[in-house]
């Protein structure tokens, strides 16, 4: 089975006064089920490698504010969360996709809407000898 590997960055508030924050919310990830690896890469940013099958980036925020880590509140900190959430979960449903579905519903309605009888433009009189 392939495993779906996510790298991302969390940006954490308060790190650059007291870097033991970036720590310990490093070694709280660590022990989190689905997260591969932890790297501090700066006093206030986060490297996390996680499957997403078993985790999304949506529950790793939601757990780090639980606990009381604070995150970036700025707009591109904010866009990529967002940006991150919205791909994890088209990719933990495309499994639940059917596309056939899809496609036979668009031929019926396709099908129920287009006039039905005789569509053949010629007058009647020629459509008899042809």
């Known amino acids: 089975m392939i495993e779906k590997l996510k790298n991302r960055s969390i940006w954490l508030i308060g790190g650059r006064q007291d870097p033991a924050l970036t720590k310990s919310a490093a070694a709280l990830l660590r022990d989190v089920k689905g ?3 932890v790297r501090i890469m700066a006093p206030n940013r986060l490297i996390v490698s996680y499957d997403v099958r078993q985790i999304t980036m949506q529950t790793i925020e939601d757990l780090l504010n639980e606990f009381g880590y604070r995150l970036n509140p700025g707009f591109y900190c904010r866009f990529l ?10 990719e933990c449903n495309e499994g639940r996709h059917d596309q056939a579905d899809c496609t036979r519903d668009a031929f ?7 006039p039905h009888g005789c569509r053949d433009q010629r007058p009647h009189y020629l459509r008899r000898y042809l």
Do not use: A
């Not at 969360?81 to 088209?90: K, M, P, Q, S, V």
């Open 35 to 37: 997260v591969m690896r």
């Open 81 to 90: 969360r967002t940006f991150c959430n919205y791909l994890e979960d088209i």
């Open 108 to 114: 019926i309605t396709r099908y129920l809407r287009r």
